[in-house]
């Protein structure tokens, strides 16, 4: 029994969609393509239904691939761009804790520094300079600090001794109509003055405290020394000598002080001033 050709071509056109995309059996292909090679009319419904179909889907499916290409680029280049920071970040904070742990045992060996003069040229905005120098040996200490005021053309000189053998101690305070004597008064040490910012590292706590404090270490040069330059979130700003851990400047506020050190060079006792 055959069937009639219109059924036979209704049969096959509405096969065809299965058969663009592949899913139609070996047998029912055979007989889809034999009609095909027989009937024009469907040989012209599939050429047309082939064009339309499949290369819709496919144009949409190469679309979904290339964006899902670019997104997994964009991911990669995200990736690298993500682990280059955080090798940035790494990198930083170990050099520096680097840069802490040095400073550190410098500072710790000056500890034990029991002979040093000690120099300092202290500029105010509003135009006082303060010169100061500290003769220290074995505890003892001399230390004069002389302030110029230049608004009002007046100058001061501060006079601190300490003997530690006696244990005598006085200031004097000389202005420009006098002096004045101050007996068991305050010890000021230009050497210990200047190491106001104090890193030194024992535990866990004071490094805590260092990156606390710390906004920003980094190598600088001041006043011709290689340094390391630390800036403090207060607004303070340190220069350390690389070499010996000494400070080179401080600057604090509107205040800029320098200091020169010469370690081990006060030979003779330190003499009483004489008044
Ligand atoms: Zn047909």
Not at 132 to 153: A, V
């Amino acid at each position: 029994m055959k069937m009639e050709n219109k059924t036979i071509c209704k049969v096959v056109q509405d096969l065809l969609p299965s058969y663009i995309e592949k899913l139609t059996s070996k047998e029912t292909n055979e007989y889809i393509e034999k009609h095909l090679n027989e009937c024009p009319d469907c040989q012209k419904i599939f050429e047309n239904m082939k064009e339309e179909l499949p290369q819709n889907n496919s144009e949409q499916a190469n679309e979904e691939i290339k964006y899902l290409k670019k997104f997994k680029n964009k991911l990669n280049i995200l990736k690298i761009v993500l682990l280059i920071i955080i090798a940035i970040i790494i990198v930083s904070f170990a050099s520096k804790l680097y840069m802490l742990f040095d400073i550190s045992s410098k500072t710790k060996e000056l500890d034990s520094v029991n002979n040093y003069y000690a120099k300092m040229h202290e500029y105010q905005s509003n135009g006082t300079t303060i010169i100061g120098e500290t003769y220290y040996k074995d505890d003892s200490s001399l230390t004069t600090i002389t302030s110029y005021f230049e608004n009002t053309n007046n100058s001061m000189k501060i006079t601190y001794y300490k003997n530690a053998q006696t244990n005598e101690k006085f200031n004097v305070i000389e202005l420009q109509n006098g002096q004045s004597k101050i007996e068991n008064g305050e010890v000021v040490d230009i050497g210990k003055y200047s190491r106001r910012i104090d890193v030194k590292i024992n535990s866990v706590n004071d490094l805590w405290n260092c990156l606390k404090d710390i906004k920003n270490i980094s190598l600088a040069k001041c006043n011709s020394k290689n340094c390391y330059f630390i800036e403090t979130y207060d607004g303070s700003q340190i220069y350390i000598e690389k070499e010996t851990g000494l400070p080179v400047r401080e600057i604090i506020r509107d205040t800029v002080a320098d200091y020169w050190y010469d370690l081990n060079s006060v030979e003779e006792q330190i003499i009483k001033p004489q008044i």
